[in-house]
């Protein structure tokens, strides 16, 4: 579904949208990271929430920390005259994750072989059990 800029989404069509829960986009609302549009108890999502929500979204699935996230996005919202500032801060909080990620994957790797020589060492322990019980 496409939506345009001055279109309003309900929480259920943000949760179809975005495949997030209705107790993930009040979550989020708490957390004072959305700030949908209220009618009675109805909320309506408008453009800069749905980006926001991506942003959220795309954080989260990169590691970032909801703080992080709020930060990011706090950013974006303070002044649109410090483009060069915001957007070094994105990139030194990126290219920090990344180290982050990139140890991690080594620690996995490592962590991965160790087990497989454990593996490899149980199977010629069991095959030699099975060959002199025979």
Same mark, same amino acid.
């Given at each position: &579904? /496409?939506?345009?800029?001055?279109?309003?989404?309900?929480?259920?069509?943000?949760?179809?949208? +975005?495949?997030?829960?209705?107790?993930?986009?009040? $979550?989020?609302? /708490?957390?004072?990271?959305?700030?949908?549009?209220?009618? !009675?108890?109805?909320?309506? +999502?408008? +453009?800069?929430?749905?980006?926001?929500? #991506?942003?959220?979204?795309?954080? #989260?699935? $990169?590691? $970032?920390?909801? *703080?992080?996230?709020?930060?990011?996005?706090? &950013?974006?919202?303070?002044?649109?005259?410090?483009? *060069?500032?915001?957007?070094?801060?994105?990139?030194? &909080?990126?290219?920090?994750?990344?180290?982050?990620? =990139?140890?991690?994957?080594?620690?996995?790797?490592?962590?991965?072989?160790?087990?497989?020589? =454990?593996?490899?060492? !149980?199977?010629? /322990?069991?095959?030699? &059990?099975?060959?002199?019980?025979?």
């Amino acid at each position: &579904m /496409a939506c345009g800029k001055d279109d309003l989404l309900t929480i259920r069509q943000m949760c179809g949208q +975005y495949e997030v829960t209705p107790r993930t986009l009040r $979550f989020y609302e /708490a957390q004072e990271l959305l700030a949908p549009v209220r009618r !009675g108890t109805a909320r309506f +999502y408008t +453009y800069r929430d749905r980006a926001r929500l #991506k942003l959220i979204l795309r954080g #989260k699935r $990169f590691g $970032f920390s909801l *703080e992080d996230i709020r930060q990011l996005l706090e &950013m974006y919202d303070r002044d649109t005259g410090q483009q *060069e500032a915001q957007l070094s801060r994105t990139y030194a &909080m990126a290219k920090e994750r990344l180290a982050q990620m =990139e140890r991690q994957r080594a620690d996995l790797d490592d962590a991965i072989a160790e087990l497989k020589d =454990e593996m490899a060492w !149980g199977a010629n /322990a069991l095959a030699a &059990m099975r060959n002199a019980a025979v």
